[in-house]
Every structure is written in structure tokens, then in C-alpha cells.
């Protein structure tokens, strides 16, 4: 399934050829009637080869409405640029053109209109320039037509046009849904509508899906396309979508309707690749972007390469507000308050930079996804693997065997703070390490291989003493009487070497796990026992036993059983 649209100056004849195709009328605003201008978006569709139906966006053509105009045409597969013979090309004629090649609609039909009021003549010399301005523009021939939606004159030949050119399109992407919302609006008994292109993925009645940028969980409660009821809707196509879990006070035109792990998320900032130098832009000037069917002020910052290196250009932009962004997302930059088309291009990053992280950006000869990735962050991740710049390896492994050598070696969730890597890729460097020879873990914290007692400050190693001397009985710091000895244990703990009863009460390692082959010794997994065989077993009182309990329960060696404890 596929879907078109209309492209063109205002009064150039696109809602009549809209109507004269499908014979849907698209103005459905009372003001649109009585002014006889469209101001906001229109639909209709009509059957193309084998039935399948073709959904068709109208657009404004005044300049006023040039954002209505973005919103409708970031999700066509086609479309048909507009031109009245007896205008010829026109200011918005241009300005349309930009939108549509910004937003990577290559297919492009020039369609000269009003041919019955300007005679074959002069609307053969309109498509003659067209043409050429749009071999100019994208370096593609196309094809064209002339027609008269009044009169009726080549509309079926247009229709044939359209469908072969249409054959000539990939099919959409069977991926994850993508929708942004272009209209919004509550019917009584129903609940809350949103319609729009549905550009990838297939979405069915009950699915649950993600609203940005809220990010709030929603449910398609019913779907309808082309005035149809379905059960599910497939790309692409125009589609209702009655939802519930977000109520009309968040959602409205520029929403997008995904699914997790989509790539989709919502920015206030992020960097833009321009197709062209920005030579109709100030920098660090307030501009519109706009992308979907949302648009949003906000600033624009060109970057400058640290070794002046030619390339794209590349800018960053600061939002007032949210976008719902992913990589390679397609962006128009409007002038603020105006109509003007200022400029354009692709989201190569998303989210706050910081300036050393600019300037990576912007010298990187790379812009793809990945590359950036590595030479920015030094990571990216493939699946479930990660992969690293060879200069961020090498850090980061002499980092964590630097940390693993100290005292009591390291916690994976000090660790993790101190590299700022996220849990994925530091495990995985640590598993790597660990395979190396080069780190060993023990209950949760990290040690550089061959770090050990021998490590460890003076008194710690003294206090070590102390409860291996104690034994069973272990070193109660109510009556030890050593001053530093709690901080001194921390670091035991961490180390393996000293196992915490209570907060008072610390056992050697050795002598906790002689203790627990004590108690069971003989037991096979799943058998019982009470208090009375642990303190028969150890020779402890119930002053050690308790706790000593408790810990073998919460390194899961038994499970409680009521007043028995079973062996796990």
C-alpha cells in the first residue's frame, strides 16, 4: 500500500485535482469552504491495480501554511508537484520542492494544471521549465503530465502515472510501527481518535504501543482505514486509531505512535547533518525545526570542525521543547515566524553534547550512526555485544585493573559510577579481563590478579589476625576496643576475607564457611533442620547462631521453612 500527495503554490488547482481523482472533496473546514483556500490537511484515497487502495494527503499551498504543509508531507511516497499553467512556477512552488526533497520523497510528478485556461501551448512551455527546474534541483528527470481537473482531461492518464511510478517503490517496511499523529480529536462514545500515515509496521486492534513524546503506554481500543473497520492496519496507509492510556490534554498533532526499542525517542537536543551550506541561517539564530507532523522554536549552533576539515555541515539545535527523534530522522529548518524553507537535513546524534563531544562530531569524517558512536563515546552496541574504539579499550581496562588493585579491590557498582560506562559494555570488558587472567571476582567485588592479603593496609591485615584467632566466636567491635576497625573491615569485607554477622559481629571467611559445613554436613538439598542441630553441630549459642542463620539464608546455601530451615 502506498500513499501520495499534493505539493504545490497556493490557487494552483491541488484540491480541485484532488477531487477530480477521487472525488473526495479534502476541504472539510468551514472556513477552507467559505475562503475557498485550504488551510490544513486533507484526505482521501482512491483503488488502485488489484484493488488496493491509495491514500492521498492535500497541502496548503499558502505560504501561511507551510507547516500544515511538513506535517503532511513527511509520510508520502509520492508526490504530485502542482503547477497552474497560467502561473507557471511559483515562489511555493520551490519552497514545496525543498520540503519534499528534505524529507527524501525522490518520486516527483509535475503536474501542470488549468490547462483548459491557458491552452496546450502555454501549459506545454510551463512543463518544459518545470521539468528542467527539477532536473536542476535533484539531478533526476521526471515525468510529467498536463491535465485539467476542471474539464477532466488526463486524469485517468494521471491515475495510470501514478500507479506505475508507485510500482517502481520499494515496498514499506515491515519493522515497528511508526505513526505520527496529524490529527486529534474525542467523539462521544468512543473516546480519543488520532489519525495518520502509518509509515512502518503493522499495527492490530489491542496492541500496546508508546506515545512520545509523553512516552506514555497506550492501547489501540479499534482501527479504521479509508472508512473501513480492520483488525489490523498495515503500512503504508492513512489510519484511525481509537486509544486509550492518554487523554486529550498531551496528545495532538506532532505525536508519534511507536514501539519500544524502536530507535524513536524524545529530544530537546540534537545534532543536525544539513544537506547544504547553511547560507540563509545566522548562527546561534532562532529557527523552527520541524520533523513528522511536529515543529518546535528553538536555536541553532553550527559546529566547527577542529581540524577545518570540509565536510557536510553540521549544527547543533536546542529545543523549547520535545521532538520525538531518531537516527537519520529527516529535518526542515523554517525561518521563525516566517515560511521561508532555510535549510535541511538528517539527526546524526541525539541528546545534550558536551563541548569536547561537539568538536568529535564535528571533525569526525564519518557521520553514520556506528562510527560516530565509536569516535564520540569510544562505544557502540551491536545486539548484545559492544563494541570499542581501540583507545577506549585500552583505558578502560587499565582503569578497572587500577581500581580492582586497590585495598579490598572493588564493587561492580563503584566501579561502574567511577568509568561511566553502561553495566553491558563494563561486563563485558570485565568478562574479557577476567578471561585474560588479568582481574578475578569474588562475591561481587573485583581484584587485579594476584592482588590479596599481601594488598591490604597494615591494620587491616592485623584485625584479620585478630578473628582468626577468635575463630567461631569471630570479633564483636562492642568489646574489641579497636579504634578504626569498622572502616578497616569495609575493606575486608569487599576483599572476601571477613563476613558480617551483624553490624558488630564479623567472622573470617574460613571460619563462616567451616561453620556452614558443620551444620550441614550429612544434609542432602531439601532436607530440614531446627535451631537446636545448628548449636550442637557449631557448639555456638543462640547469640551466634541466629545471625550466623540468617546469613547462610541470605547467600542462599538454605531458605526458611516456617521454624525449620531447608537446605537448598
Known amino acids: 500500500m502506498y500513499i ?79 503547477i497552474a499553467a497560467d502561473d507557471g512556477w511559483m515562489f511555493q512552488t520551490e519552497n514545496h520542492l525543498k520540503v519534499l526533497t528534505a524529507m527524501g520523497i525522490s518520486r516527483i510528478i509535475p503536474v501542470i494544471t488549468k490547462s483548459d485556461a491557458s491552452g496546450l501551448e502555454k501549459a506545454a512551455e510551463v512543463e518544459e521549465d518545470a521539468c528542467l527546474r527539477l532536473l536542476e534541483y535533484t539531478g533526476n528527470e521526471h515525468p510529467s503530465i498536463i491535465v485539467s481537473a476542471l474539464t477532466g482531461s488526463n486524469i485517468p492518464e494521471l491515475k ?35 489519525t495518520g500515515s502509518l509509515r512502518e509496521g503493522a499495527v492490530k486492534k489491542n496492541d500496546s504501543l508508546i506515545l512520545y513524546p509523553a512516552e506514555k503506554e497506550i492501547r489501540i481500543r479499534a482501527i479504521q482505514s479509508y472508512d473501513t473497520e480492520t483488525e489490523t492496519a498495515v503500512p503504508a496507509c492513512r489510519a484511525a486509531f481509537n486509544i486509550s492510556g492518554a487523554d486529550d490534554s498531551i496528545v495532538k498533532r506532532g505525536c ?54 570540509e565536510g557536510a555541515p553540521r549544527a547543533r539545535a536546542v529545543l523549547t521543547e520535545a521532538l520525538t527523534l531518531r537516527y537519520g530522522q529527516p529535518v526542515v529548518i523554517i525561518r521563525k515566524g516566517g515560511s521561508m524553507i532555510t535549510g535541511s537535513g538528517k539527526v546524526i546524534w541525539k541528546g545534550p553534547t558536551s563541548k569536547t563531544e561537539r568538536q568529535k562530531i564535528a571533525s569526525a569524517e564519518d557521520s553514520g550512526q556506528k562510527a560516530l558512536a565509536l569516535t564520540v563515546k569510544g562505544f557502540v552496541q551491536n545486539g548484545d555485544n559492544w563494541e570499542f574504539s581501540a583507545e577506549m579499550k585500552k583505558t578502560a581496562a587499565e ?28 561486563r563485558q570488558l570485565m568478562s574479557e579481563l577476567g578471561n585474560a587472567g588479568k582481574i578475578t571476582e569474588k562475591n561481587g567485588t573485583l581484584f587485579a590478579a594476584g592482588s590479596g592479603e599481601a594488598e591490604l593496609p597494615a591494620k587491616a591485615r592485623q584485625i584479620l589476625a585478630e578473628m582468626e584467632k577468635a575463630g567461631s566466636t569471630g570479633l564483636d567491635l562492642n568489646t574489641a576496643g579497636i579504634p578504626g576497625a569498622r572502616s578497616e573491615l ?30 550441614l554436613g550429612g544434609l542432602n538439598s531439601g532436607d530440614t533442620f531446627d535451631i537446636s542441630h545448628a548449636k550442637e553441630t557449631t557448639g555456638l549459642s543462640r547469640k551466634y547462631i541466629i545471625p550466623l542463620l540468617n546469613k547462610m539464608e541470605e547467600r542462599k546455601l538454605v531458605a526458611r521453612d516456617e521454624n525449620l530451615r531447608r537446605v537448598i
Not at 15 to 33: F, S, V
Open 4 to 82: 501520495i500527495g499534493t505539493a504545490g503554490h497556493v490557487d494552483h488547482g491541488k484540491t480541485l485535482l484532488i477531487k477530480a481523482l477521487t472525488g473526495i472533496d479534502t476541504d472539510r473546514l468551514p472556513e477552507e469552504k467559505k475562503r475557498g483556500l485550504t488551510i490544513d490537511l486533507g484526505f482521501a484515497h482512491f483503488k488502485g491495480s488489484g484493488g488496493t487502495e491509495i491514500g492521498v494527503v492535500d497541502v496548503p499551498g499558502h505560504e501561511k501554511f507551510i507547516r500544515n504543509m511538513v506535517a503532511g508531507a513527511w509520510g508520502i511516497d509520492l508526490a504530485l508537484l502542482v
Open 160 to 194: 495510470k502515472l501514478i500507479l506505475s511510478e508507485l510500482e517502481l517503490i520499494p515496498e514499506p517496511s515491515a519493522g515497528k510501527p511508526l505513526m505520527f499523529v496529524d490529527r486529534a480529536f474525542s467523539i462521544k462514545g468512543s473516546g480519543l481518535v488520532v
Open 256 to 309: 508519534c505512535i511507536t514501539e519500544k526499542e524502536s530507535g524513536f525517542s524524545a529530544e530537546t537536543e540534537f545534532v543536525i547533518e544539513l544537506d547544504s551550506p547553511p547560507d540563509k541561517i545566522r548562527n546561534h539564530s532562532e529557527v523552527e525545526f520541524a520533523s513528522g507532523t511536529a515543529h518546535c522554536p528553538g536555536t541553532i549552533h553550527f559546529l566547527k570542525s577542529e581540524n577545518n576539515k
Open 399 to 426: 582503569q578497572i585493573i587500577r581500581f580492582a588493585k586497590e585495598a579490598g579491590g572493588i564493587r561492580f557498582e563503584e566501579l561502574s559510577g567511577k568509568l561511566n560506562l553502561p553495566g553491558g559494555a563494563l
Open 490 to 519: 569495609r575493606t575486608l569485607v569487599r576483599a572476601g576475607l571477613a563476613v558480617p554477622l551483624t553490624e558488630s559481629l564479623f567472622l573470617t571467611e574460613k571460619a563462616f564457611s567451616k561453620l556452614c559445613g558443620s551444620i
